[in-house]
DNA sequence: CCAGAATGGATAGTCACAGTATCCATTATG
DNA sequence: CATAATGGATACTGTGACTATCCATTCTGG
């Protein structure tokens, strides 16, 4: 497969994938001749991979680039996972000494009542940090009052997170498996929310909520 | 109070601030001659409530804005989610009809299991027909198999959240609420998922995974 | 009362990001 | 072998979110 058809099987622009090549998210073709290259499925396929990163999952073009760079490296799943997570979750904003305490010290009670191994390393710290920091910022204790509730059900799904894990077939594409699932697997779970939502309001309030 | 203590008060450049009144996000400050205004508490509030949304939850700028209108303007509750989900799913992308349709099935026999009454006019359902698409078409079938579990626990967590919600004492404030369950909530259990998800690797293969 | 700082409002400039477009010296192909 | 396509380099565009500059008032401390 040639450039254009490449173009043409993936519904994408020659430049957007040039400009992909350049930032190292697509691999270069096989050499046929000193500037000469020619591309597979698999270069199809990783084009939908980093559209489906960048449009459903919203990472940047950079961050694309260092998840796939973890996976093609070969480093272990955790690893990858790490990247992807920090990925997703955003860096620490400051919070203020005092609000960081606290929130450390609501992640540690949380981690000792779930049988968690939290670490202020974990890369989802800064962003859960940041995030219970705002929340109480912004003056909404009933939301952090059911963090419990929130921390139970978190241990239900990641069961059925890890099922599905454990499920696939191919091992060499597990890595590839837990980056989808965990950025599409947020954005699929956020949509089902809103439906739960949307019936839960319905069935409590069959006149609206006004 | 005035622009040069809003701005101390609330951290943020005066230019930052200018910018915000200019794009409708932050009212005008309350007029004491023709040229000069004075500003209050609820400017710092709205402030930190802007930071949060663009921040924690990723919206943009002109996003902000209409969610902010829609508060503002007293909309009902129901209007008000749907401009928050419809910002924060993110539109629908050519995805084929054939995959759209088998989406709308898969949707369609979920809801009727859940007693949802789900209908494609619902502000989630084009993200999440585009995800579902995604996902299928990348070619990771077994998180579609599990979204029955998905859905659930979905079930389970808009409970929660209702509750939160219920929970609120302030009348005027719960549209906001609303808003902020739903931005930051998604934001909350995400990270309480990735711990949980480190804390059930751990446990199921407790010499790595990779 | 008045000099100097601050304000509201308008306009223009900057910076990063994600592409697009243009060139050009080779290769490929009918 | 004439035309089209390619890889690679470089330059350009457009959007979003600020950031800076001006300026005609308005405030404020001495």
Request: proline share 5%; aromatic share 4%; charged share 25%.
């Given at each position: 497969?040639?450039?254009?058809?490449?173009?043409?099987?993936?519904?994408?622009?020659?430049?957007?994938?040039?400009?992909?090549?350049?930032?190292?998210?697509?691999?270069?073709?096989?050499?046929?001749?000193?500037?000469?290259?020619?591309?597979?499925?698999?270069?199809?396929?990783?084009?939908?991979?980093?559209?489906?990163?960048?449009?459903?999952?919203?990472?940047?073009?950079?961050?694309?680039?260092?998840?796939l760079a973890a996976?093609?490296?070969?480093?272990?799943?955790?690893?990858?996972?790490?990247?992807?997570?920090?990925?997703?979750?955003?860096?620490?904003?400051?919070?203020?000494?005092?609000?960081?305490?606290?929130?450390?010290?609501?992640?540690?009670?949380?981690?000792?009542?779930?049988?968690?191994?939290?670490?202020?390393?974990h890369p989802a710290?800064?962003?859960?940090?940041?995030?219970?920091?705002?929340?109480?910022?912004?003056?909404?204790?009933?939301?952090?009052?059911?963090?419990?509730?929130?921390?139970?059900?978190?241990?239900?799904?990641?069961?059925?997170?890890?099922?599905?894990?454990?499920?696939?077939?191919?091992?060499?594409?597990?890595?590839?498996?837990?980056?989808?699932?965990?950025?599409?697997?947020?954005?699929?779970?956020?949509?089902?929310?809103?439906?739960?939502?949307?019936?839960?309001?319905?069935?409590?309030?069959?006149?609206?909520?006004?």
């Amino acid at each position: 497969m040639r450039m254009a058809e490449l173009s043409a099987e993936s519904g994408m622009p020659v430049a957007t994938i040039k400009y992909y090549l350049r930032e190292g998210l697509l691999h270069p073709g096989e050499r046929t001749s000193p500037n000469q290259a020619r591309y597979g499925d698999e270069h199809v396929q990783r084009l939908k991979l980093i559209r489906a990163l960048l449009d459903v999952g919203g990472l940047s073009v950079a961050t694309v680039g260092g998840v796939l760079a973890a996976i093609d490296a070969g480093e272990p799943t955790n690893e990858v996972l790490g990247v992807t997570q920090r990925a997703l979750v955003g860096g620490a904003s400051d919070v203020g000494e005092e609000a960081r305490a606290w929130a450390l010290d609501l992640l540690e009670k949380l981690t000792a009542a779930h049988g968690w191994k939290f670490a202020p390393e974990h890369p989802a710290a800064p962003g859960l940090i940041t995030t219970l920091c705002t929340i109480r910022a912004l003056g909404h204790p009933a939301l952090i009052e059911r963090i419990e509730d929130y921390a139970t059900l978190a241990d239900r799904i990641a069961e059925v997170d890890l099922d599905t894990l454990a499920a696939h077939p191919s091992l060499d594409r597990i890595v590839e498996a837990a980056v989808v699932g965990t950025v599409l697997g947020d954005r699929l779970f956020a949509g089902l929310r809103r439906l739960a939502q949307a019936a839960e309001s319905g069935r409590r309030y069959p006149d609206g909520l006004g």
